[in-house]
């Protein structure tokens, strides 16, 4: 095997890997709010953005090295994704914070609340029943960090697979 062809292997189990990483980190997030129930707040919604922009990126990525494009389009593209997700992991850390009381959140942070009625006569009911998430609350602790904390690990691990494949030659 040649040297190139060595590389080009490389990014594309780095894309590959990549993309179905953040496939799965954000399809996770959305299982817990669809399936589990977790109503996500407003800083959460906004740290699912660095992957709805990556994984099309990913999917390029995984194109363009399939496809034997020059490797710096690959490249490029694993770097970006990469680059996402370090701006992904700042947030977690910036949501982290304000969840631990370290610093202070957004002054309007909160989601619509849902599944409130549109039957009237239930409306005041529901209205003092549900209550949109709030920032500065974490909806569940697993092994003490909370879903802003796992994106922080995720993030990390997911921005050095896709630098580790934009960085082979």
């Known amino acids: 095997m040649t040297a190139a062809s060595v590389a080009q292997r490389q990014h594309l189990v780095g894309a590959v890997l990549v993309t179905l990483g953040m496939a799965a980190t954000v399809g996770g997030a959305l299982g817990f709010e669809h399936i589990g129930g977790y109503i996500p707040c407003a800083l959460c919604l906004l740290q699912r953005n660095p992957y ?3 994984i099309p990126l990913g ?3 995984v194109v363009s090295s399939a496809l034997k494009f020059p490797a710096w389009i690959t490249r490029t593209l694993l770097l970006l994704v990469g680059i ?3 701006v992904g992991a700042g947030m977690g850390v910036y949501h982290s914070g304000v969840e631990w009381h370290f610093w202070e959140g957004p002054s309007t942070c909160a989601t619509a609340a849902q599944g409130i009625s549109s039957d009237v006569g239930d409306l005041l009911g529901d ?11 974490a909806a569940l602790r697993v092994l003490g ?6 994106n922080v ?8 697979i896709a630098l580790r494949g934009a960085a082979k030659a």
């Open 84 to 86: 996402l997700m370090l």
């Open 145 to 150: 960090l909370s879903f802003a904390g796992w």
């Open 59 to 61: 999917l390029l990525a």
């Open 153 to 160: 690990i995720a993030s990390l691990i997911l921005a050095g």
């Open 52 to 54: 709805y922009y990556g």
């Open 127 to 137: 209205l003092d029943a549900k209550h949109a998430p709030s920032c500065t609350d």
